[in-house]
C-alpha cells in the first residue's frame, strides 16, 4: 500500500469486484476474515463491490450485490450463483476481479478455504478404514453439488482461456495447487492469511481469565484446554476427546476442556460420556466472546484434519493461550515445533497429543511458547494481508492486466512460490 514518510496511506483509486457466495461471519473463518479484509481494504479508499448470495448487515462504503440463486435445489442454487455472478461482474467495468469463492470469472483467485479438491480428499482421511473410505470416494461421484464446485474450480485453473493469479494463504495452498492442478508456480502468490490482532491489556486478559472460569466452574489451577470449530469433526474435537480420555485414565486429572462451536454438542456429550470425561468438558455453543475464552485458557488444541489457514491458531498467537495443531494446518507454518507451539504429523496421532498436552502442565514451557509465538504475530496481521492484496492490485492495474502482468519476472509485491 503506498503511503508517506509519516505512515499516512493515499487511497486508491480503483473499481474491485469481489466475489464470495457466502458472506455471513457465522458460516466459519473464510467468511469472517474476508470481512475483516473487507474492512481494511475499504480504510485504503478502494471502491469495493461484493456479489454474494448473503445480505450482510450494511456497511458503509461498501456495494453490496445480493445475487438471487433461486431454484429448486441447494446444486442449482449454486450453480445459478456462479453464473449470475459471472454475468455480473461483465455487466460493468472493474479494475480487478478477485474472487473468493470458485467461479467462471476471475483476475485474482484466493481459495481461502482451500482448494476443493484438497476439501474432498482431506474429508477422506477422517474415515479410519479403506472400505468406508471406498464406499465414501462412490458416494462423492454421485455428490452433484460437490461435482459442480470441482468442475468451476477445474475451468478457472486449468481450462479456462486465462489463468488467474491465485493467492496462496499458506505454503500449504500452494502445494495443492501443484498437486491437483499441475497449476504454474509464477501464477502463484503466497499471501499469508492474517486476523485483526489481540490489544487487549493485561488487566483485562485478567478479569477475561476470572470470567470465563467463573462461568464454568473451572479453578485456576486447572489446565483448561480450549478447542474452537464449526465443522467438529473435521478440525479432531474426536481425536483431543481420545486424547483427554487417554489422561485421566493414566491419571491426569488437573485437565478440563471447553468446545466453543456450533457443532452438534449432544451428540459429542455422548462421546464424552462413552468415553468417562463427561465431567471434564463443557460444550459452550457459538460465542461471540471466543478472544475471552481463549484469554482464559491456558491450551489451544487444533488436532485439525484440515486447515488453509487457521485462524483460531493465528488468533492465539497473540491471545496467549500454547498452541497444539497438526501439519494439515497452513497456520503451523509460523510455528517451530517445541519452541513456539507444538505441530503434530497426523491428527491421529492421539498418544502424542495426550503427551504435548500433559507437558504444557508445566507453565514455564507454557510462558516460553507464549513468548516465542509474540514474535510471529506481525505474519499473522490481517492489515499486513491487506496490504499485500492491495499492492497486488496495484501491480495488476499497473501492468494492465494478464497480457501485460510480467509473470515471467520477480514481482514487486507479495512473495512469488517457487
Known sequence: MRGDAEGEHHPLNMKVALIIEWLDAWRGGAETSTMQFLNHVLAAGVEVHVFTRSRPSPTRQLHVHTISGAAMSRLRRSMTFAHRAAAAVRREHFDVIHAVSPCFVADIYEPRGGTVAETVERNLALLRSDITRN???LGNRLNLKQQHHLAVERQLLVNGDARPIVVALSHYVAEQLRRHYSFPPERIRLIRNGVDPDTSSEEERAADRREIRGELGIDDDHLLVLLIAHNFRLKGLERWLEALSLLVREGTTDVRTAVVGKGESAKWYRTAARLNIAPFVTFTGPSDR???????????????????????????????????TTRWDGASELLTDGVSGF????????????????????????????????????????QHHAAEMLALYEEWVKNGGMRNFGLDSTPSSGLLVR
Open 343 to 382: 505441530v503434530l504429523d497426523e491428527p491421529e496421532d492421539v498418544r502424542g497429543l495426550a503427551d504435548r498436552v500433559r507437558s504444557l502442565r508445566n507453565p514455564e514451557l507454557r510462558l516460553q511458547f507464549r513468548s516465542q509465538a509474540r514474535q510471529v504475530v506481525p505474519q499473522a496481521d490481517m
Open 135 to 137: 464406499l465414501k470416494r
Open 290 to 324: 471466543v478472544r475471552r475464552f481463549q484469554h482464559a485458557a491456558d491450551v489451544l488444541v487444533h488436532p485439525t484434519y484440515y486447515d488453509p489457514c487457521s485462524r483460531v491458531v493465528m488468533e492465539a498467537l497473540s491471545t496467549g493461550p500454547a498452541i497444539v
